[in-house]
């Protein structure tokens, strides 16, 4: 009976989980490449953009990074900028860049020497780099991208045609997902949707909802007035997610947020292996939910709820020899008061892994990631339920609490 009621809670949270999702997908604005025709730097119209990549170790990424930036636009040197600021690399990402630099011979690229951090302020993650890119930059938006990101042909027309027509002063949209080793598939795609849960688009595009924020670090578009008057990443220095902190700052000073599906702009692969996903999520979950251990316990039980639940209700059911004696012994299983309840267990628990193929697909129209291993979704849940733990304790202690082999601390 106890089985019972833990799959009835299950299937009472996977409805309510997937009716939120099916409306976050359903009202998430999408771009319209098509709304960049008339912004075409032959009429003169067309802002020069400043792209800026922050880069450290990232030798694996960097080149066809830069690559996939130049070959997504046909801007020239009078409309584009792409600097990539190397922040004081151990690996060979400096070198990679001006390698490409020396080999492309494109005036557009500008690989940037990053500076030692100041000794006497403490500059969490990418913002030092980001920092020190943006005097070197001309354009009158500046475009945020990671090394990880691949931009598709005309994302950046298409995002500033966007943002001049909808007057948005910080775009930034979640791209298309890439998924390789097993890892990435168990945590990532569930990872998104619950963003998009929690992050519903239209609560985040409404201006009177100034507490509702989010911005996505993998792309993220500044009209440059609007970066200069949050103070820019000076004003977070000190923030790991320093992304979300932005946008914040962008409706608390009264600008126009947007958040849209990019799935047709660009692309991401974040994390390439378990480990690194584990020090990722680790490292923003909790300072992501404004450090409320009420919020990780939450967001573990749901994932507990929604996901291995009902795989672990048929394994007991399966262990216990209950499933077996079902099918064996019907007849005689039909006159015992056990057999509507185990009956009952069994069907609701295959309704629930049916919402797992479901939400999956949902998600799929935002991230343009397939449904491959949606079956696993019980693993990928107790993982995410393990990083939201795991986010807080390291964040509140500090014990392995790193990006990339750099400590990391709290900004108090």
């Not at 126009?256 to 702009?265: A, E, F, I, Q, V």
Request: with cysteine; proline share 3%.
């Amino acid at each position: 009976m106890i089985l019972l009621t833990l799959v009835i809670l299950s299937l009472i949270v996977s409805r309510a989980y997937t009716k939120n999702l099916r409306l976050s997908v359903k009202n998430a604005p999408r771009t319209d490449s098509s709304s960049a025709q008339h912004l075409q730097p032959s009429t003169g119209l067309f802002p020069k953009v400043s792209v800026i990549v922050p880069a450290y170790n990232e030798a694996e990424n960097i080149r066809d990074c830069a690559i996939a930036i130049l070959e997504s636009t046909a801007l020239s040197v009078d409309n584009l900028e792409v600097l990539i600021v190397d922040d004081r690399s151990t690996d060979d990402t400096k070198a990679i860049g001006q390698t490409l630099q020396q080999q492309l011979n494109d005036p557009r690229l500008k690989i940037l020497a990053g500076q030692a951090r100041p000794a006497n302020q403490y500059w969490a993650g990418k913002n030092w780099a980001c920092a020190q890119a943006v005097p070197e930059a001309t354009g009158d938006f500046i475009l945020f991208i990671d090394a990880d990101v691949r931009l598709k042909p005309g994302a950046i027309e298409t995002a500033i045609a966007t943002a001049e027509a909808e007057k948005i002063d910080l775009f930034t949209c979640m791209p298309a997902l890439v998924c390789e080793c097993l890892a990435e598939w168990l945590v990532q795609p569930l990872m998104f949707n619950h963003l998009a849960v929690c992050y519903d688009f239209t609560a985040v595009n409404d201006a009177s909802k100034i507490d509702t924020a989010f911005a996505g670090g993998p792309f993220m578009l500044f009209r440059r007035s609007a970066y200069e008057k949050i103070g820019g990443h000076e004003a977070v220095a000190g923030e790991i997610v320093e992304d979300v902190e932005l946008a914040r700052r962008i409706k608390r000073a009264g600008l126009k947020l947007g958040l849209y599906s990019g799935s047709n702009l660009a692309s991401v692969r974040m994390y390439r292996s378990w480990s690194a996903l584990w020090e990722g999520w680790t490292k923003n979950l909790y300072l992501g939910a404004k450090r409320s251990w009420g919020m990780m316990i939450y967001m573990a039980a749901i994932m507990l709820f929604l996901y291995p639940m009902p795989w672990l209700a048929l394994g007991i059911l399966l262990a216990n020899g209950e499933i077996a004696h079902l099918i064996t012994n019907h007849q005689l299983a039909i006159s015992n008061y056990q057999f509507p309840i185990t009956l009952l267990t069994i069907c609701l628990s295959a309704i629930v892994i049916w919402y797992h193929y479901t939400l999956r697909s949902l998600g799929a129209q935002i991230s343009d990631c397939s449904t491959k291993y949606w079956w696993l979704g019980g693993l990928g849940g107790a993982l995410i339920a393990a990083i939201a733990i795991g986010s807080a304790i390291k964040t509140e202690t500090g014990w392995g609490w790193t990006w990339r082999g750099r400590t990391l601390q709290i900004n108090n």
